[in-house]
């Protein structure tokens, strides 16, 4: 492991930690107190910041029903207190200090409704899967402390990527219409933000340590300065390591993460957050109905090597077939940081303004294989080398072997988010700013070498490049993309009595994408499809998003809203540069129209609340495959339809007891037909949207009596559509989650010690958890349509019953 980031990240934090105390040394606890009451809720310090334009009469109301909420724990954690004019919910502390500890923020939210969430593993090492009211995870914008990390491309996230659970403060969902304010570029179908617990006032080290099934491991370091004059700031490192649950191949993981926070008196304060990961996974492969029902339920990739040096004929084909799903090509090596700033400042009495300037590194990527064919020939061709690829000591014509193929991204992405909040008066609050960013992203696809066992030979793609005769890499694709994002806001919150309010809003967002792109670089012979090609691209979209809310505080425990948004998607920076057909115009950006209508209740024992919505959403792009001309190409579905319902309920039944519930009912219809281009037009008008589960319910038992704990969670999903045509199916399934922990009093120096026990999948159940490749038509079911292209979906897979335990305490 290079230990060169690693220890830029830590030495990072420390110099902003020294640097920050010795610019002032004048606060106390009373200021910081102050803050707490006086300053606007802000990204740092809460991931719910759809209460920072509330009005004086709305943050005394909401105050009100905030500590009646906070009376009743509600669902343990796993139900908020809200009062914006939409959709949201919140994930609390309380919830997440029980759930796995190295779960990721996709894990954490499993239980909200509208979400429909899953991973390929529990110990939160594989990423995660989620989807929002049908909309999938491309397609909903993402935070940490404010900062945006989606990827500034495809608007992927990698959830392993971020943070330790013991660091995350709350987790907060928009479920369909995000706030005007926030940093999104890709956000069709809602927002997601999560923000890190802010330093203690009391300094010490935490500590906690994991083992588990599969040879799971995790240590976590957590220092915490305490109160250093006006500063006060955490420094935390963990290193997570287990086994694939199927398969060969391990994971392992390490990240450092750090807050500081200066408060510069009642008004005015910065803090400063970093997240640095660095990964070196192997990846599980998605698998198909018809691979599970061959080779079983623990299926992954190929386990052996079969050596080509020497072979021909069928055992040359054999072995390739077989070293093309080798697991020690299956790579997913990745370095992060995010550095991100949130200055609060009060300019006068009436006017205060936030700044999060912030700065997004990642450089990695994923690897597979390709097929290589020796050749003593002088000639650059794609796809022949005149090195020995095989290990068989000489170079041989026409001798093949599998080679490393490394897809690798290298992002710079800096940007700012400035807002300002200015009252006018009792009633009235008006928010306005601007987001800008210029991002900088270069990917490739080049070919590498490998041992004699398989594996890499370097695995980050730094070096021993499979060449042409002129000793230039072996290249698929070189592209390089600069995003650059501008969007301004204005909302207003008119709250004329304690029963009303009112919020109206738009933003204007402009973005501009020029790429170029080089497909076979170097490759100057060969049929024409594999020679060197250059593309340029550049697109410009702009798009005026309007929102508004209306809420009803009919008394002190009922709450009725309605609220409306539209919603705007970029188009990813792949749709410029790969083919498409005339007739699909994928110069237009997705958009949404969400509505939301709903009730809350906070009351004595009981709290619930329930949503209906309704979704138009257009042009969403899709790529595909056309087996005519052997391309990758984007379409795109004119239209869907979405609605549904989410309700949730929080029952405290005694002192020590708590029911929590939520369910999620679905229908994404698709409005139209597919236009496949050489595969034909796919009957898809009136199908249900592919990985959305119609019915999701989660029912959850808990006890806490502040030192023993246990909570039984059950959940239950429908069945999924693995196709655009619905021919190919997953069952529903029920899984049971079991955790459980006592909290000890202080040994002396040993604070707060602690013992957990979680119990994954309690009854071991066997699923197809989410469709991991959705195809316009199950490979099974093209013999029914024969004039289009069928290919197998493919799933990823419930991981077993696995426990885990975990020992933590802070010292001093």
């Known amino acids: 492991m290079k230990r060169t980031h690693l220890s830029a990240a830590i030495a990072m934090a420390f110099y902003l930690s020294a640097g920050v105390v010795a610019a002032q040394t004048a606060s106390n606890d009373q200021a910081q107190a102050g803050q707490s009451t006086q300053q606007r809720v ?173 040879d799971y491991r995790r240590t976590f370091f957590r220092l915490n300065t305490g109160d250093l004059g006006p500063v006060r700031s955490w420094l935390s490192y963990s290193d997570n390591t287990a086994d694939k649950w199927r398969g060969d191949g391990k994971m392992d993981v390490t990240k450092v993460d750090g807050k500081s926070v200066w408060t510069i008196d009642d008004n005015n304060s910065i803090s400063a957050s970093l997240q640095y990961n660095r990964e070196n996974n192997i990846a599980y492969e998605s698998v198909s109905k018809q691979q599970v029902a061959q080779n079983g339920y623990f299926t992954d990739y190929n386990t052996t090597w079969i050596p080509t040096a020497g072979l021909t004929g069928t055992a040359l084909k054999n072995a390739i ?41 990642g450089n990695g990527g994923g690897g597979s294989s390709a097929t290589v064919t020796e050749s003593t020939s002088t000639a650059n061709r794609f796809g022949y080398t005149d090195t020995d690829i095989n290990n068989s000591g000489n170079v041989v014509n026409n001798s093949q072997g599998v080679v490393y193929s490394y897809s690798a991204a290298l992002t710079y992405r800096p940007g700012v988010l400035v807002k300002f909040n200015q009252d006018f008066g009792l009633d009235n609050s008006l928010e306005y700013g601007f ?113 508004a809310g209306i809420k009803f505080q009919l008394n002190e425990k009922n709450q009725f809203y309605i609220g409306t948004g539209k919603t705007f998607r970029v188009p990813t920076n792949t749709v410029l540069l790969l083919n498409s057909f005339a007739s699909q115009d994928l110069s237009k950006p997705e958009t949404s129209w969400n509505t939301d209508l709903g009730w809350r209740y906070y009351g004595d024992a009981i709290s619930a609340s329930a949503d209906v919505y309704n979704s138009n959403y257009n042009n969403k792009q899709e790529s595909a495959y056309d087996n005519a001309n052997g391309q990758t190409y984007y379409t795109s579905i004119p239209r869907m339809h979405m609605r549904g319902f989410n309700g949730e309920l929080s029952y405290k039944f005694a002192p020590s007891w708590t029911v929590y519930s939520s369910y999620t009912y679905t229908k994404a219809d698709i409005v139209g037909n597919l236009n496949g281009g050489g595969n034909g037009i796919y009957l898809t008008n009136g199908r249900m949207m592919p990985d959305t589960a119609k019915n999701i319910g989660n029912l959850s038992l808990s006890y806490d009596d502040s030192h023993l704990w246990a909570e039984l969670t059950g959940r239950v999903t429908s069945q999924l559509y693995g196709d655009y045509m619905n021919t190919e199916t997953v069952g529903g399934f029920t899984t049971f989650t079991f955790n459980a922990g006592y909290r000890f009093g202080d040994w002396d120096w040993l604070k707060k010690p602690y013992i957990k026990l979680n119990v994954t999948n309690l009854t071991d159940k066997h699923a197809f958890s989410y469709v991991s490749s959705a195809q316009f038509l199950a490979a099974a079911s093209a013999k029914l349509f024969p004039s289009l292209y069928g290919s197998a979906p493919t799933y990823g897979l419930l991981q077993p019953r696995t426990y885990m335990v975990t020992v933590g305490a802070s010292f001093f």
């Open 42 to 214: 802000n990204a740092s310090s809460t991931s719910n910041t759809t209460t920072s334009n509330a009005t004086e009469r709305d943050v005394k109301q909401m105050s009100q029903v905030t500590v009646q909420g906070q009376s009743l724990s509600l669902g343990g954690g796993l139900m908020s207190v809200q009062i914006a004019p939409k959709a949201v919910s919140t994930i609390t502390r309380d919830a997440i200090e029980k759930a796995s500890p190295g779960s990721n923020f996709t894990q954490m939210i499993a239980t909200i409704p509208g979400v429909n969430a899953a991973t390929d593993d529990v110990t939160g090492l594989a990423n995660g899967h989620y989807s929002i009211r049908g909309y999938d995870s491309s397609d909903i914008g993402m935070t940490v402390n404010g900062a945006p990390i989606t990827d500034t491309g495809s608007y992927s996230v990698y959830a392993t990527e971020y943070g330790d659970s013991e660091n995350m403060g709350d987790i907060t969902v928009l479920q369909g219409i995000p706030d005007v304010d926030m940093p999104d570029s890709g956000a069709s179908g809602g927002h997601i933000g999560w923000a890190t617990i802010d330093p203690p006032h009391q300094g010490g080290v935490d500590f906690t340590q994991t083992i588990g099934g599969n």
């Open 321 to 361: 077939s077989n070293d093309t799903y080798y697991y020690g090509l299956r790579t997913n090596p990745f370095r992060s940081y995010l550095f991100s700033l949130d200055g609060e400042f009060k300019l006068a009495d009436s006017l205060h303004v936030s700044v999060i300037p912030y700065f997004w590194y």
């Open 435 to 547: 987001w800008y960013e210029d991002s900088r992203k270069t990917q490739d696809d080049s070919y590498f070498q490998v041992n004699a066992q398989g594996t890499p030979v370097n695995l980050w793609g730094t070096g021993n490049y499979v060449v042409y005769p002129n000793g230039m890499p072996m290249t698929y694709y070189h592209e390089y993309t600069n995003t650059e994002i501008e969007k301004g806001f204005v909302t207003d919150n008119w709250t004329p009595t304690d029963q009303w309010t009112f919020t109206a809003g738009t933003a204007f967002l402009h973005a501009t994408r020029d790429a170029w792109g080089y497909d076979y670089p170097g490759s100057y012979t060969g049929s024409v499809s594999k020679q060197q090609i250059y593309t340029t691209a550049h697109g410009d979209w702009n798009k005026l998003l309007p929102t």
